[in-house]
């Protein structure tokens, strides 16, 4: 049986506490970074969310987020400097309210409540 990481608050907080340490390190690292995008953020990430935006957020999609990401956004931070957003992959993380910057066409709000095709 596969425990889902909402049931292990603990391990969650443990993990999210290295990963903001570790952004904390690259962010700090002189010099221009190396890896794709990140000469945008930098490393860098907006403050947290607080739990009424994430919940407002999730209500107005029709959506509820993953408890990795929810604790991501509301414990380490969101969104970003860069010009996608913070840090992350490629050019970083977009905050909740340029959930579409990427998408191509003309996304809705419910367009993250619709079932994904098989």
């Given amino acids: 049986m596969t ?19 570790k952004l904390a390190t690259a962010a ?4 221009d970074p190396v890896m794709f995008g990140a ?7 907006g403050p947290p969310l607080p739990q009424d935006a994430v919940v407002a957020f999730e209500e107005r999609h029709g959506v509820g987020l ?10 380490v931070g969101h969104g970003g ?8 992959p490629f050019y970083g993380l977009h905050s909740l309210k340029d959930w579409d910057v990427s998408l191509w066409g003309a996304p809705d709000t419910t367009m993250l409540s619709r079932p994904f095709p098989a």
Avoid: C, K, N, Q
């Avoid at 700090?28 to 010099?31: F, L, V």
């Fill in 3 to 21: 425990v889902g990481l909402e049931d292990r608050p603990d391990d969650l907080s443990a993990r999210l506490t290295r990963v903001a340490a």
């Fill in 28 to 31: 700090s690292m002189p010099g």
């Fill in 39 to 45: 000469t945008t953020h930098r490393f860098r990430i």
């Fill in 66 to 75: 993953p408890a990795d990401y929810r604790g991501f956004i509301t414990t």
């Fill in 81 to 88: 400097p860069g010009r996608f957003g913070g840090a992350g």
